[in-house]
């Protein structure tokens, strides 16, 4: 188990079964390893403590200032300095080699078509838990591949755009299901990955305000041929019932961000009470009944969403997806990466 984290049921794994040893840990199995005769996938990694991936590094040029991680924190985090050295700069240098690495393959195909050469944007799928950090991590990422020194383009969307309506979900008798895989119109977000893949000109994708707790009527979000698009919601790693392409399927790399459940747990009721004196005293706040409840009550509140629906949500559709990740970011109790999973290639 991966830091108390139930064990993932026993599936294969696209590269299960081929990596047995994982080289470079001294216990010799990665701190996830599945039960003795399941058909986990974490053998397929390379487990990395963070002092051993920070030396990754290399040269990588330290692009952010304090001022810079200052304006990138989100509601409540204390992302430091030593986290964007450590964690953020060797990934930095990997998905420049990946990129680079990407776009010449690109090359080849159009030249072997006779085609000029345009390299499709490339993509990077973000997955975890609800509360486990994946909007601060992907801002982070943003900013940090921004700063490339061939200045990228870099577009974060989110696939909470992409959940049905309100008035649908209601419909549908889904409130309590949002962020299950029925509550997303995915026909609608495969579309938007393979246009954007294809390289079209404009492609809108549809916005969520966590105020209204609903889709944004008449908001779009436009991309417009990103040199990367990091992609990140709780769903970007799952199969989708039925249909003939995954997300992943445009995909060149992804990440799994993952932390210990208590911990998950903690951040969302911690953010929940900070949003109780936020946001939730506007008066558009869906969540605005709230907002004067006593601590207690609100913890409460916030404890009986956790478990009712997020929690369900990461075990059964969230956390089985891990090990289809490249790269697995495992947090401690203070946010702070503490061990990483690479994928072996
Ligand atoms: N690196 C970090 N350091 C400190 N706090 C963080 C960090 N990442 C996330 N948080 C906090 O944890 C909570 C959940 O993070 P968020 O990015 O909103 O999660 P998600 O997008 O996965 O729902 C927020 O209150 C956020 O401020
Ligand atoms: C809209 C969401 C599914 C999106 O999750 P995210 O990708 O931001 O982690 C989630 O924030 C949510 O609303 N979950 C339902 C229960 C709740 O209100 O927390």
Known sequence: MLHGTPPLPGRPSPAGG???TIPGISQGVPAGAPASGSAGGQAAYRVFPRAEWAELRANTPLSLSDDDIAGLRGLTERLSMAEVVDVFLPLSRLLNLQVAAARGLGVVQDTFLGRPVVPP???IGIAGS???GKSTFARVLQAILARWPDHPKVELVTTDGFLYPTRVLEERGLMQRKGFPESYDLRRMIAFLSAVKA????VAAPVYSHLTYDIMPGRQQIVRRPDILIFEGLNVLQPSAGAPLLASDFFDFSVYVD???RHIAEWYIQRFL?????AFQKPDSYFQRYKDLPEAEAV???QNIWRQINLVNLHENIQPTRERARLVLHKGADHSVDEIWLRRM
């Open 121 to 123: 944007p490339y993509i």
């Open 274 to 278: 900070l949003l109780q004196r936020t």
């Open 259 to 261: 932390a210990e459940e």
């Open 18 to 20: 081929l990596a047995r």
């Open 199 to 202: 390289g079209e000109p404009e």
């Open 300 to 302: 409460a509140v916030a």
């Open 130 to 132: 609800v509360a486990v």
